[in-house]
């Protein structure tokens, strides 16, 4: 019998660049440094870095050839012509303003549409989406499904909105809400796909109420594949058919083109209606620039139009979502404690059950992200309680269900024998479980404290 002829990755490498492995007196010296705050560390202290998929892409020959044809005038370059047709064939939005990078499109969003004392829903709200929204003196609200709180629950759309209590609140509470949100992936529950039926049916509930329906489309071709792997009437269907599906219920989306326009900066608000866009893109000149580049050179701009042609490519997501699953997997077969089924763009370990003893008011993601740098100079970033900030009533942390280590792949980037380290990292880790302690802050700023928190060990 021949044996099947696996797959591997869908491109050859044509520029390296060196990683140094540090010996584990080194890493633990390094850590104590940053404060036990992996946001502290310097790149090059770190051997496999999952921080974040955001904006580690690996770009293509053809995205760097794009580069050289950068148009740097300050109106009107060509470049940003090619992106506005671009975004308008795969989204269907008309209008397209962009901006330096995804906070800044929901920036613009949120400052036309949201007024102080009004409640956004979401099915999860990302950390910078939730920062907005408070800023402006709003109010997030998350629905996403119960299943999403069941890190081993195999629902296969956990990312998905509970419906009822959407329709539900909005029957209680219409008045007070501007816009209806949807994050495809569900980037805070895990990575987490949003199927088609759902997107569907949120579009129907926000549109009974007449509200407008937006989505944060940072992962959109990752969510399709899914849709495509999972939801039986798409299978046939083309990864561009189900993006233009999804768009295609909603009246705009914020994008963060560090995800999935696989480019290094970069996002764009997309919008249909021409009010919209106007007001967006008068403060986007206070804020971004120019609406015909938004705080983007003309070369990024084209990157980014051909970064999400290639992001629709079947045998790329093949690969780029076979990865995580291929470490979650291996994962598994550790025994060590993960989120399932593992979502698009990282496997997250579930410290709750991975560091059972250590209370959540000591941040047991946080410390299992110590711990998996020193033993194997792998790099994550934690989803749990220091990421979650306070209540901003109480003063109390605003615990969250879930307290995760996010081990995010980038794209094009680490290549298998990589997430084999890792691996076998996290279960050296997991065998030492015991013996691992909680953090306490010595330094919390008050907002988006995660990125500069420093803590000593309990
Ligand atoms: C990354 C991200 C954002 C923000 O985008 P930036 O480019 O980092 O500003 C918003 N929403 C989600 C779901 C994201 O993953």
Same mark, same amino acid.
């Given at each position: 019998?021949?044996?099947?002829?696996?797959?591997?990755?869908?491109?050859?490498?044509?520029?390296?660049?060196?990683?140094?492995?540090?010996?584990?007196?080194?890493?633990?010296?390094?850590?104590?440094?940053?404060?036990?705050?992996?946001?502290?560390?310097?790149?090059?202290?770190?051997?496999?870095?999952?921080?974040?998929?955001?904006?580690?892409?690996?770009?293509?020959?053809?995205?760097?050839?794009?580069?050289?044809?950068?148009?740097?005038?300050?109106?009107?370059?060509?470049?940003?012509?090619?992106?506005?047709?671009?975004?308008?064939?795969?989204?269907?939005?008309?209008?397209?303003?962009?901006?330096?990078?995804?906070?800044?499109?929901?920036?613009?969003?949120?400052?036309?549409?949201?007024?102080?004392?009004?409640?956004?829903?979401?099915?999860?709200?990302?950390?910078?989406?939730?920062?907005?929204?408070?800023?402006?003196?709003?109010?997030?609200?998350?629905?996403?499904?119960?299943?999403?709180?069941?890190?081993?629950?195999?629902?296969?759309?956990?990312?998905?909105?509970?419906?009822?209590?959407?329709?539900?609140?909005?029957?209680?509470?219409?008045?007070?809400?501007?816009?209806?949100?949807?994050?495809?992936?569900?980037?805070?529950?895990?990575?987490?796909?949003?199927?088609?039926?759902?997107?569907?049916?949120?579009?129907?509930?926000?549109?009974?109420?007449?509200?407008?329906?937006?989505?944060?489309?940072?992962?959109?071709?990752?969510?399709?594949?899914?849709?495509?792997?999972?939801?039986?009437?798409?299978?046939?269907?083309?990864?561009?058919?189900?993006?233009?599906? %999804?768009?295609?219920? #909603?009246? +705009?989306?914020?994008?963060?083109?560090?995800? $999935?326009? /696989?480019?290094?900066?970069? !996002?764009?608000?997309?919008?249909?209606?021409?009010?919209?866009?106007?007001?967006?893109?008068?403060?986007?000149?206070?804020?971004?620039?120019?609406?015909?580049?938004?705080?983007?050179?003309?070369?990024? %701009?084209?990157?980014? #139009?051909? +970064?999400?042609?290639?992001?629709?490519?079947? $045998?790329? /997501?093949?690969?780029?979502? !076979?990865?995580?699953?291929?470490?979650?997997?291996?994962?598994?077969?550790?025994?060590?404690?993960?989120?399932?089924?593992?979502?698009?763009?990282?496997?997250?370990?579930?410290?709750?059950?991975?560091?059972?003893?250590?209370?959540?008011?000591?941040?047991?993601?946080?410390?299992?992200?110590?711990? /998996?740098?020193?033993?194997? !100079?792998?790099?994550?970033?934690?989803?749990?309680?220091?990421?979650?900030?306070?209540?901003?009533?109480?003063?109390?942390?605003?615990?969250?269900?879930?307290?995760?280590?996010?081990?995010?792949?980038?794209?094009?980037?680490?290549?298998?024998?990589?997430?084999?380290?890792?691996?076998?990292?996290?279960?050296?880790?997991?065998?030492?479980?015991?013996?691992?302690?909680?953090?306490?802050?010595?330094?919390?700023?008050?907002?988006?404290?995660?990125?500069?928190?420093?803590?000593?060990?309990?």
């Amino acid at each position: 019998m021949p044996k099947p002829i696996p797959t591997a990755e869908p491109f050859r490498i044509k520029v390296v660049e060196p990683v140094k492995l540090t010996t584990r007196e080194e890493r633990a010296e390094k850590i104590a440094a940053a404060g036990f705050n992996l946001f502290g560390l310097k790149s090059t202290e770190v051997y496999i870095d999952l921080l974040t998929d955001s904006g580690t892409s690996a770009m293509s020959d053809n995205q760097w050839a794009g580069m050289m044809l950068g148009d740097e005038a300050y109106a009107g370059s060509k470049n940003y012509f090619n992106l506005e047709r671009t975004v308008q064939e795969i989204t269907g939005f008309r209008y397209m303003l962009p901006t330096h990078q995804g906070r800044a499109a929901e920036n613009l969003l949120l400052y036309v549409m949201l007024a102080p004392g009004q409640f956004v829903p979401n099915n999860m709200h990302f950390d910078t989406t939730k920062a907005h929204v408070l800023h402006k003196g709003g109010i997030p609200r998350d629905f996403v499904v119960p299943e999403a709180y069941d890190p081993t629950s195999q629902y296969p759309f956990k990312g998905d909105m509970d419906v009822a209590r959407l329709d539900a609140f909005l029957a209680e509470h219409a008045n007070d809400v501007p816009l209806v949100m949807l994050t495809v992936t569900c980037n805070s529950g895990g990575g987490q796909p949003v199927s088609l039926k759902n997107i569907r049916a949120v579009s129907e509930v926000a549109k009974k109420y007449g509200k407008p329906f937006f989505i944060d489309a940072c992962r959109f071709a990752e969510n399709a594949y899914f849709i495509k792997q999972r939801e039986p009437s798409y299978q046939a269907k083309t990864i561009a058919e189900i993006v233009a599906e %999804m768009f295609s219920y #909603a009246d +705009g989306c914020t994008m963060s083109s560090k995800k $999935d326009a /696989l480019v290094n900066i970069g !996002g764009f608000l997309a919008v249909n209606d021409h009010a919209l866009y106007q007001a967006a893109s008068g403060l986007g000149v206070l804020f971004e620039g120019f609406p015909t580049y938004g705080g983007l050179a003309g070369r990024d %701009m084209e990157a980014m #139009a051909r +970064g999400l042609r290639e992001v629709l490519e079947e $045998d790329y /997501l093949a690969y780029r979502i !076979g990865q995580v699953k291929y470490l979650g997997d291996k994962l598994l077969e550790y025994g060590v404690p993960i989120i399932e089924p593992v979502g698009g763009h990282a496997v997250y370990l579930d410290a709750k059950r991975f560091l059972p003893h250590i209370p959540q008011h000591h941040f047991p993601a946080q410390a299992l992200g110590v711990e /998996l740098f020193v033993e194997g !100079g792998v790099r994550g970033v934690e989803i749990g309680t220091n990421l979650a900030g306070r209540n901003p009533k109480t003063g109390e942390h605003d615990f969250p269900a879930l307290e995760m280590l996010r081990l995010t792949i980038p794209r094009r980037v680490y290549t298998n024998r990589h997430m084999d380290v890792i691996a076998v990292a996290c279960a050296n880790v997991y065998e030492r479980r015991a013996a691992v302690t909680g953090l306490r802050y010595t330094y919390e700023a008050p907002i988006l404290r995660h990125f500069t928190a420093r803590f000593e060990r309990t």
